[in-house]
């Protein structure tokens, strides 16, 4: 079964994802502003939620139409093949958004294209009432200058859960960040990983998950399980090449720092979680005093700034402080994450490359140093 599918991203990595993507075997490949469209099969489907990423859920695009009207809105709804995908016992939620568009309020589409789709099951399923006590289906819809994108969402839970973390601590970096970041730092399955502020080890983890080719869903379910469409010799198969894949004895290590001993702890549990805690190293320490301990390193950080934990004097201090301890020298690169415009000036130099990336709602750059 050919599947016309997207994958929403966080702003700033449409372009990452758009190439795992096209690695995992999809098709037409098309970045959009936060998404990304692809087309494949059953088993790509799958091995997208498994292995991105980068993505924060995998939905099947069922149509993509111009609609000005709740009545133009219900008629494309309804005519989709809507019991191909839901059983006639199966949960159906509707939820999405609507910007720069003449049906503007999101309540009222939502009523609409739930009673288009109730229509549309009532006629193929030949009954009145559904009692949606089955797996659930969630809807989701955007409309944005009058296009409407009617979508299901296959993934449950985002993508970014993988599973490790039911506890972070203060202003956690969201998981497919960190792993972008790392990614983007060219982090390989023989560098040393450093990161001197690793509050509960999201980017530690994320970086040893990469290192290793290890893939981020490896360990858990995604909501299309449940609906009979992937065939479960599809689901063992990709779990297998999942394992037959990983990077085994790697030299890989992972230095992680933080002045906060707690922290540390939910860092070193996380890992355990994940079962990469054999790749971390682990140190009280304030970055303010960085001493790296190989000749060598990769060092990837979000540091506490005045948006999330401090204020913009303490930051710009730490970022002093990071620049005559981030020494540019042969074989380190240096890749930071802010959202303070004066960084640099701060931080003593320039970057070599820098990146916008959004942390959550807060626009940064990501500052990385090669030379």
Known sequence: MKLWMTAPCLLGLEGPVAEELKMLGADNVRAENARVFFEGDETVLARANIWSRFSERILIVLDRFFATSFEELFQAVKALPWSDYIGAKDTFPVKGFSLQSQLHSVPDCQKIIKKAIVESLKEDYGINWFEETGPVHQVQFSV????????LDTSGAGLHKRGYRPVGNDAPIRETLAAAMCSLSRLRHYHTLYDPCCGSGTVLIEGALLANNIAPGINRNFAVDRWGLIPESVW??????????????????????????HALGLTAANAKRIHVDRFL??????VRRFEPTTEKGTLVTNPP????????????????????RFIAKRGWSYGIISPDE?????????????????????????????K
């Not at 700034?305 to 005559?324: K, Q």
């Open 144 to 151: 944005m200058k009058d296009e409407v994108t009617v979508m």
């Open 236 to 261: 063992r198969s990709e779990r297998e090449r999942c394992h037959d894949l990983i990077k085994k004895d790697t030299d890989f290590v992972a230095f992680g720092a933080d002045i906060d001993a």
């Open 281 to 286: 190293r682990l140190s009280e320490q304030d």
């Open 305 to 324: 700034y005045g948006e999330r934990m401090l204020d913009v004097r303490e930051a710009e201090a730490i970022y002093r402080a990071m620049g005559e």
């Open 342 to 370: 004066a960084f640099e000036k701060c931080f003593g130099r320039k970057a070599d490359k820098r990146r916008k990336l959004y942390n959550g709602m807060i626009k940064c750059q990501y500052y990385m140093y090669f």
